[in-house]
């Protein structure tokens, strides 16, 4: 059966598991983390049912999903939508490299409170603060660290505004996507301090922010591919396709911009998605083998929708809109005037943070 050195051996096995942080992966039961039900890669394992698959599971190098809607019932407005989960060891293991003996963490997102025993084994739970915004998820953390012998500092409350009552910290590491980073987080920072979070739009979400605090401000790169829960207070909308189009009639009209460039360029993504922050898009292909596809994008204030049709061989499809948004004219700009900078990668990106403002420019 699983067990805990199982981990350790994937872990190793991948090379994913630094000398510094191999004592504490070892010392700390990923099973007193995780409940006796939870969704992995698309299904549920219970471990009633079978509690050989929930062990196999739980020391495996997979993020495991926890809790959907908030932990609200169905038709609260989310609708199945993953709100915690326990994340994949490996990629615990790529941001906890930013940790050094002796720093003292501020964890935003506590979660299933399974990367605050890290922190607080290989710290000390003194130098070890985490803030969870669901009461639920707080309670249960709290009760998920003393089985497993440890009491970091606990608090339930908005995590973008961080703790300022346990400042300064050497370093604050997010657990969940922004798309702005709080100036608090700057200002709780110690100089030279390290902030890395998740961050992005609506439109992409996929990239770390990692940043070095300087005299009250911060400036960084972003780097990495995760996919984290969204925070709270900032995330993006989520729904079906029948939750914007309810059978209007858009205005018609052809691009020859093929929609699965924005699919499959991940700069290009990035990009666009920093002019478009507040829509998202869904490439729905056809399922008759006719390699066909539709493009739809929907706003968050879920006012406007657009569509664009993909079909093999062609060089222009129709477009239709919706809404007092054309969302496609903005993403096509978007897209045309990155391409026309010269299609500048992520990696050329940089991140600045002010008391004022947020901003992300190339150079």
């Known amino acids: 059966m699983s067990s805990p050195s199982r981990l350790l051996e994937i872990l190793r096995n991948k090379g994913a598991l630094a000398p510094e942080w191999a004592p504490t992966v070892a010392a700390v039961d990923r099973g007193h983390f995780v409940p006796d039900t939870f969704e992995v890669e698309g299904r549920t394992v219970s471990r009633t049912t079978d509690e050989a698959e929930w062990r196999r599971m739980v ?13 609200g019932m169905p038709g609260d407005g989310l609708d199945g939508v993953p709100t915690c989960s326990t994340s994949m060891p490996s990629l615990m293991l790529a941001m906890a ?38 009461a639920a998820l707080h309670a249960l953390a709290r009760r998920n660290l003393e089985r497993a012998g440890l009491r970091p500092h606990t608090v339930h409350g908005d995590g973008l505004l961080g703790v300022p009552g346990r400042a300064p910290y ?23 301090g390290t902030i890395l979070t998740p961050w992005g ?23 990495g591919r995760p996919a984290f829960m969204w925070a709270r207070q900032q995330r993006r909308s989520y729904g079906r396709i029948g939750d914007w189009y309810h059978g209007e009639t858009g205005d018609v009209a052809r691009t020859d911009l093929d929609p699965r460039v924005l699919e499959d360029d991940l700069d290009a993504r990035f990009a666009v998605g920093l002019r478009v922050r ?4 869904l490439l729905c292909p056809a399922d008759d083998g006719s390699d066909e596809a539709t493009y739809w994008l929907f706003d968050d204030a879920r ?61």
């Open 59 to 71: 020391y495996a190098d997979l993020p495991l999903i926890t809790q959907h809607d908030d932990g």
């Open 97 to 134: 490299a930013v940790v050094r003996d002796g720093d003292a963490v501020l964890e935003v997102g506590t979660g299933t409170g399974y990367h605050a025993a890290w922190l607080a084994h290989r710290l000390g739970e003194d130098r070890t603060t985490t803030v969870e915004t669901d």
């Open 170 to 192: 050497d370093r604050i590491i997010a657990t969940c996507t922004v798309r702005d980073v709080p100036h608090a987080w700057v200002a709780q920072t110690a100089d030279g």
């Open 201 to 223: 739009s609506s439109f992409h979400s996929y990239s770390f922010a990692t940043l070095t605090v300087h005299d009250g401000e911060a400036t960084g790169v972003f780097s």
């Open 278 to 281: 507040d829509a998202w898009p």
């Open 303 to 363: 006012t406007s929708w657009a569509t664009v049709e993909y079909v093999p061989g062609r060089d222009a499809y129709e477009t239709e809109q919706y809404g007092p948004r054309r969302l496609w004219d903005e993403v096509a700009a978007a897209y045309r005037d990155w391409h026309a900078a010269g299609s500048p990668p992520r990696s050329a990106h940089r991140i600045s943070i002010s008391p004022s403002r947020q901003l992300i420019g190339t150079g």
